[in-house]
């Protein structure tokens, strides 16, 4: 396998670059591997058979400090589902691998098993094993999550066209925003109870959108789907590389929570510039042919009572995204995100 990397440590490699890496060199004729939210791999009876993993790593996602050990555990599955969610898929079962340091209480993983199982009775999947082992310090969580999806329902990043319309399922930006309250809890002295309570809660229990996944990959004009897990702007990237087509995003209409204003301070410039950017958000992402929008719009608020928001454009042309706002390209600043560089 060709090096093609010059960086002599992996703290100067993004995420993208190491999975890039490991991605070069895979088989293209056993399914659908790296480069989605799953494997995508022939199951039984015609299905598709999804799998998708993910590592929670102590003071790399959190801090033991300020997640309760409950949330903790329901948030661990609950990004596993949104992969799922994203495929248009059904979760059937999950691999839950732990490292624990020996200091760790009985009792808070007693209340970690609570929040991981409810979360998994809520959406009738069940453990189905794993691996326990001892860590030095710090926590480490590693769940593998299955799933299935019919064939026709499908949804991969490389679907979306040139002229399809990108919608997300509900407000950015409140998770990234509770992560900056848990930070710095002084510095947001401004916010009511009330507001740092909601953004808080989206950082820490997210809530994973199986429900309107499975409904949107009935949708034939559906044509691609990605759960907003890196941030708008990221994950907008990667439909346009696997769909080559550019994408257009349009900062005025993204949608945005009181909460979150209020975190902003009404600042509303610089409130959707940080919805944009930030992550963790795990709402859904898709492209939708534009002459069916307005009736699954239509039908999406009839089902769940919620609008489905319109925010951008494919575009036919390089695999470039554009930030739009007042109808005229900005640049907008982004902080990308690093696991191996210190921050």
Excluded at 20 to 33: K, P, T
Excluded at 74 to 85: C, E, F, M, P, Y
Excluded at 201 to 218: C, M, S
Excluded at 244 to 264: E, M
Aim: glycine share 8%; net charge neutral.
């Amino acid at each position: 396998m060709a090096d093609s990397l010059n960086p002599k440590n992996i703290n100067e490699l993004s995420e993208e670059q190491i999975i890039n890496l490991f991605a070069e060199s895979r088989h293209r004729d056993h399914g659908i591997g790296i480069g989605d939210d799953c494997s995508v791999t022939d199951g039984p009876n015609g299905v598709k058979q999804l799998v998708s993993t993910d590592l929670v790593i102590e003071q790399v996602h959190f801090r033991r400090e300020d997640i309760s050990p409950r949330a903790l555990g329901s948030k661990a599955l609950a990004v596993n589902l949104s992969d799922i969610a994203a495929m248009g898929g059904i979760p059937k079962g999950f691999y839950l691998s732990l490292a624990l340091p020996k200091d760790l209480s009985a009792h808070w993983l007693t209340r970690f098993r609570d929040g991981l199982l409810v979360l998994a009775q809520r959406h009738n999947i069940s453990l189905l094993g794993g691996d326990t082992t001892r860590s030095q310090n710090d926590i480490v969580i590693s769940i593998t999550i299955t799933g299935t999806v019919k064939p026709k329902h499908l949804k991969l990043r490389s679907m979306a066209e040139p002229g399809d319309v990108l919608c997300v399922t509900g407000s950015l930006g409140d998770s990234a925003a509770g992560f900056k309250v848990l930070s710095h809890p002084d510095r947001y002295s401004y916010l009511s109870d009330a507001n740092r309570k909601q953004l808080v809660e989206h950082h820490q229990e997210p809530k994973p959108e199986v429900a309107k996944g499975k409904w949107l990959a009935q949708m034939e004009a559906v044509h691609a789907m990605i759960d907003l897990s890196d941030g708008l702007i990221r994950d907008s990237r990667h439909i346009a590389s696997q769909s080559r087509c550019g994408v257009d995003i349009t900062l005025d209409r993204l949608p945005l929570s009181a909460p979150f204003k209020a975190f902003h301070r009404a600042q509303i410039e610089q409130a959707q510039d940080f919805a944009a950017a930030g992550g963790e958000d795990y709402k859904l992402l898709l492209a939708i042919a534009a002459d069916d929008l307005e009736e699954i719009q239509k039908k999406f608020k009839q089902k769940f009572n919620t609008p489905l928001h319109q925010i951008g454009t494919m575009k036919k042309g390089e695999p470039q995204l554009r930030t739009l706002r007042d109808g005229a390209p900005i640049k907008l600043e982004e902080q990308q995100f690093k696991h191996f560089k210190g921050s």
